[in-house]
């Protein structure tokens, strides 16, 4: 098959996405592309152990409170820096799926399905995971 052409649907109506974000209007990659893997799970991780330490210093560490407050950060940085703390380091964005300020309401949403962990494991050929999907948001390279 030539490199620009488009596959067909495998199933239902709508033809798979020749790279992630195509459907949504983004481009493939560089700035404004939909974030892969690498950056996301970096951006997670760094966000977690920040969640830690603080949970650590003031909390002695507790289960309840790391959750507490890696939701928290997502919660406060997310509509006002467009990103948490590991995002803005990894080079990262979050905006709605039509582009734009993700509100208020969006993070609020994307944090409660983030913290159970299985939607965040679910993700589509746009590779959104289903807390971005629910809260109709992307999360780009800024």
């Not at 990894?90 to 905006?95: A, Q, T, V």
């Amino acid at each position: 098959m030539p490199a620009n052409t488009r596959p067909s649907a495998s199933s239902g109506d709508v033809a798979p996405s020749l790279f992630p974000g195509e459907r949504l209007g983004l481009p493939e990659s560089g700035q404004h592309s939909v974030a892969r893997a690498g950056r996301r799970i970096g951006a997670l991780v760094l966000d977690w152990i920040v969640a830690m330490l603080v949970s650590g210093m003031f909390f002695g560490g507790e289960a309840w409170a790391n959750t507490a407050i890696f939701a928290l950060m997502q919660i406060v940085f997310l509509p006002t820096l467009g990103g948490s703390i590991g995002h803005r380091i990894f080079g990262l964005r979050l905006i709605r799926i039509t582009g734009g300020w993700a509100g208020v309401w969006r993070p609020l949403v994307r944090t409660a399905l983030l913290i159970i962990v299985l939607p965040a494991l679910v993700w589509d050929s746009d590779q959104r995971g289903f807390h971005d999907k629910v809260a109709g948001t992307v999360l780009i390279r800024a």
